[in-house]
């Protein structure tokens, strides 16, 4: 079970990757398909850390919890963030936090010769890590192109939107122009 469920975590890290990659690259609005994906990935990395600490003590018990549960937090405040829902910064501080921590304690406090033979955990760091950074660094206006790629009216209305979430005329303005651009690639994929 172990060996499925670890490579199960790596197939979801490359369709994750996947997806983001073909958001970005603008070829198919694909983002939806990110909330189950990253869901299961967050669970996914939460239980294996679990299963990692069983039979260990003191700090080689704690550095795989730290781990899973920074990485599940990353993975979630990522989420977040790519679906433009609010909350996402917290959950990112954290958890980036507690995967530096983690990989720290690695490295300084227990054995590093056991990190560095440990190829998946470095991937895993290096993955946590790196989506932590990207998306704690992502603008409003990032955020806006990758959920709205090739739609520059409604990018403009979300980031109105975003600036002032207050403002009912932005609000409105908003959804009327997202209708909008609905509407035309309807008529235009049919």
């Known amino acids: 079970m172990e060996k499925l469920l670890s490579k199960l975590e790596w ?3 490359a369709l994750i990757v996947s997806i983001v990659s073909i958001q970005l690259l603008g070829w198919a609005k694909v983002n ?3 909330i189950p994906l990253c869901s299961l990935q967050g669970i996914l990395l939460f239980s294996l850390a679990g299963r990692r600490a069983g039979g260990k003590t003191g700090l080689q018990k704690a550095l795989p919890i730290l781990e899973g549960m920074g990485g599940a937090t990353v993975v979630i405040g990522a989420l977040f963030q790519l679906m433009a829902w609010p ?3 917290p959950m990112l501080l954290v958890g980036t936090a507690a995967v530096l921590m983690g990989l720290g304690a690695k490295l300084f406090i227990a054995k590093p010769q056991d990190f560095f033979s440990d190829k998946p955990s470095q991937l895993r760091y290096v993955l946590l890590l790196s989506l932590g950074l990207f998306s704690l ?3 409003t206006q990032q955020v806006a192109v990758f959920l709205f790629p090739g739609q520059e ?3 403009e209305a979300f980031i109105e939107l975003r600036e002032n979430p207050q403002d009912t005329v ?3 303005k908003y959804w009327e122009v997202k209708k909008e651009a609905d509407s035309l690639s309807k008529v235009n994929g049919k």
């Open 137 to 139: 660094l992502m603008t």
């Open 153 to 155: 009216k409604v990018q």
């Open 170 to 172: 932005a609000l409105e």
């Open 11 to 13: 197939v979801l890290w």
């Open 32 to 34: 939806q398909l990110l």
């Open 87 to 89: 909350g996402h910064d």
